[in-house]
T-cell receptor, first 115, second 112 residues
Framework: GAGVSQSPSNKVTEKGKDVELRCDPI?????LYWYRQSLGQGLEFLIY????????KSGLPSDRFSAERTGGSVSTLTIQRTQQEDSAVYLCASSFRQGANTEAFFGQGTRLTVV | AQRVTQPEKLLSVFKGAPVELKCNYSYSGSPELFWYVQYSRQRLQLLLRHISRESIKGFTADLNKGETSFHLKKPFAQEEDSAMYYCALIGAGGTSYGKLTFGQGTILTVHP
């Protein structure tokens, strides 16, 4: 595809269940970012990858959150034992890093609702 | 640590009025700054970047290192400018190299 693709678009899960959110970046983009967007909180940084490594995981809210990236491409954000406060839109972005001044392209997001 | 602050969550203006969306940052180094915009039911997208010194859709933003600010301005707002605007900073070196951090966002509403 031409853009960043995220799946699923919407996810409703029961409290305590695990969920996996997927991000397919633009082909050739080495940097990949995960954010959480919620009302009143803006765009909260979670984690980013350069290739398959994650230089900064400081934004992950708790040890229930983890992310991985394989083959320098697809990334999965996993939330274990979901809580109601995890409900939000999870956004993924990718960029082709040549120096610092590169545009990040965003996916449409995954709306997660924990009931 | 790098930080971006947008002090206004909501901003309302009338069509044709000037608009300024404020952004302040904290970063120990030379920052690379951006403004991103999200229109209703659309993806978040780049509006402009400071290094390009460009005007996009009538918007400009000047980096003021002394005041650590990167405010977004437009002299005459249009109804189609109504959107959520995010200021962002990317780390250009050190341990935060490549980390893209956003502010809390400002919802701009332009009334007819």
């Amino acid at each position: 595809g031409a853009g960043v693709s995220q799946s699923p678009s919407n996810k409703v899960t029961e409290k305590g269940k695990d969920v996996e959110l997927r991000c397919d970046p633009i082909s050739g983009h080495t940097a990949l970012y995960w954010y959480r967007q919620s009302l009143g909180q803006g765009l909260e940084f979670l984690i980013y990858f350069q290739g398959n490594s994650a230089p900064d995981k400081s934004g992950l809210p708790s040890d229930r959150f983890s992310a991985e990236r394989t083959g320098g491409s697809v990334s999965t954000l996993t939330i274990q034992r979901t809580q109601q406060e995890d409900s939000a839109v999870y956004l993924c972005a990718s960029s082709f890093r040549q120096g610092a001044n590169t545009e990040a392209f965003f996916g449409q997001g995954t709306r997660l609702t924990v009931v | 640590a790098q930080r971006v602050t947008q002090p206004e969550k909501l901003l309302s203006v009338f069509k044709g009025a000037p608009v300024e969306l404020k952004c302040n940052y904290s970063y120990s180094g030379s920052p690379e700054l951006f403004w991103y915009v999200q229109y209703s039911r659309q993806r978040l997208q780049l509006l402009l970047r400071h290094i390009s010194r460009e005007s996009i859709k009538g918007f400009t933003a000047d980096l003021n290192k002394g005041e650590t600010s990167f405010h977004l301005k437009k002299p005459f707002a249009q109804e189609e400018d109504s959107a959520m605007y995010y200021c962002a900073l990317i780390g250009a070196g050190g341990t935060s190299y490549g980390k893209l951090t956003f502010g809390q966002g400002t919802i701009l509403t332009v009334h007819p």
